[in-house]
């Protein structure tokens, strides 16, 4: 669970190709995915780019035929991932870019068993698996999946830091922090699980409670295993911590289900409270993905009718 770009509200218009965005102050990236028909970008200049090469479900010939395939967008709104038709690889893309296969050992055959999770900058991609552990660590950047960090998968991927230069894995009552190369800079032993690195590679942030209603937080010096007081987040009645990071700056960001679509907060680190940044509307679509998200989010799928009775 992890977010990283700014979204703003959409007036949406219809396109099906993708081209060169329209010369503009602020570039246009991606706003969120959609999935009726078949997987859409909506852009935020308000454009809807189709994207029809993309899986909606696992085929028949998976693990688990049927379900629902992930379709990823990076934190920085600027790359897509998806498993394609034509072969079942999973690849990432931009908006005027070619496709780029992960790693061939990620295919649709493995979806509801691998679950892949992207870097902000669209960079690395690593999968979380049922095993429990983790499968591909992959880093697009030199185009190469990369061993096992200690040759083994005993591993739980907790996240990246917002600059994606860094990512934290709890193996048994350890936190460890590893660079791109998959080399330890951080050890602290302890049994706190966290959700999110800061950027200083040395704070976390560690959810208090009993998921999926998190309501409080404690935070988490990886250096000396230092543990902060209990916060309670004040987020409106019925709302919770579905989504905990930290951005660039430093500050702590929340991303909460409401009943209209998602609230994004600000933080306070020493009282708990919540500034209210934006709302973001769910839109009318079977299941929908915001930057940031990984395979499932509270937000992901609307619920059917009967399960709303």
């Known amino acids: 669970m992890r977010f990283r770009a700014a979204l703003a509200t ?6 099906t190709l993708i081209g060169p965005p329209a010369a503009a ?9 959609q999935r009726t028909q078949t997987w859409q970008l909506v852009l935020t200049d308000g454009d809807v780019v189709e994207v029809p090469e993309a899986l909606a479900k696992a085929p028949d010939d998976a693990a688990n035929p049927g379900a629902p395939a992930p379709f990823l967008v990076s934190g920085d709104g ?3 991932f998806y498993f394609r038709k034509s072969d ?29 999770v992207v870097s902000d900058d669209g960079s690395f991609v690593v999968t979380t698996t049922s095993a429990p552990g983790v499968g591909v660590f992959a880093d697009l950047r030199k185009g190469k999946s990369l061993p096992l960090p200690g040759r083994t998968d005993a591993w739980s991927f907790l996240g990246f830091s917002p600059d994606s230069k860094r990512l934290l894995l709890a193996g048994e009552s350890q936190l460890t922090v ?3 190369g998959l080399r ?21 942030a560690v959810p208090v409670g009993t998921w999926p209603k998190y309501r409080k937080l404690r935070l988490l010096n990886l250096r000396t295993g230092r543990v902060s007081g209990t916060v309670t987040v ?19 960001i929340v991303r909460s289900k409401t009943g209209t679509g998602v609230g994004i907060y600000r933080i306070s680190k020493a009282t708990g409270k919540a500034t209210l940044l934006r709302t973001i509307a769910r839109p009318d679509a079977e299941v929908w993905v915001l930057p940031g998200d990984e395979t499932y989010e509270a937000w992901t799928e609307r619920k059917s009718k009967a399960s709303q009775k």
């Open 184 to 204: 330890a800079r951080m050890r602290l032993k302890t049994r706190l699980g966290s959700m999110a690195l800061a950027n200083d590679h040395v704070t976390a």
């Open 25 to 33: 102050a602020t570039p246009v990236t991606i706003a969120y995915a």
């Open 10 to 15: 959409l007036l949406l218009t219809a396109a």
């Open 78 to 80: 600027r790359h897509f």
């Open 88 to 116: 079942q690889l999973f690849v990432e893309r931009t908006l005027n870019g070619k496709e780029r296969v992960v790693s061939r050992r990620l295919t649709a055959f493995s979806i509801n068993e691998e679950w892949p």
């Open 178 to 180: 590893f660079d791109r």
């Open 234 to 252: 004040r987020l409106p009645r019925g709302q919770y911590v579905d989504d905990l990071a930290f951005d660039r700056a430093g500050r702590m």
